[in-house]
């Protein structure tokens, strides 16, 4: 949503430079392994190492089994754990407002894990390699 998506109800968070990013990043995994009782894999989506800035953190959360058995709902745990003047749930992905910075948390089922990883870093390049499959009707 590169932070915008928390505009429409009127939140505006800002940019964050890399070091601020990746800490908040470990943070909000730290976070979701601590507060449930379970061990959660998460991936932050990888950036261009020269990106001086960024407009939101995406977080892939891997949907295995035991989390699936373990049924939670991820609004009302965001609203729980983080506490966010908004929470905005486009197709899946949850975005929220951490620390004045917008957080997306994108659910993964474990079939497609390790091909999501590639996916969503070093966006645009995902995108642009799925266009590119589906145009030859292969799928990515």
């Known amino acids: 949503m590169g932070g915008k998506a928390l505009n429409k109800y009127g939140i505006t ?11 908040i990043g470990e943070e909000i995994q730290v976070k979701i392994n601590f507060d449930l009782d379970f061990l959660v894999e998460t991936e932050v989506v990888t950036c261009y190492h020269t990106k001086p800035d960024h407009g939101d953190l995406d977080l ?12 939670i709902d991820f609004k009302k ?5 983080f506490n966010p003047q908004a929470i905005h749930n486009n197709g899946g992905v949850y975005s929220f407002d951490y620390q004045n910075f917008q957080i997306d948390f994108i659910p993964i089922n474990e079939s497609k894990w390790e ?3 590639i996916y969503y870093s070093y966006d645009p390049l995902g995108n642009a390699m799925g266009r590119l499959f589906k145009s030859m009707k292969f799928g990515y």
């Open 60 to 71: 892939l959360i891997k949907i295995d089994k035991n989390f699936l058995n373990k049924g």
């Open 13 to 23: 968070t800002e940019r964050k430079n890399t070091k601020e990013f990746l800490r």
């Open 77 to 81: 745990y965001i609203a729980k754990a």
């Open 115 to 117: 091909t999501a990883k």
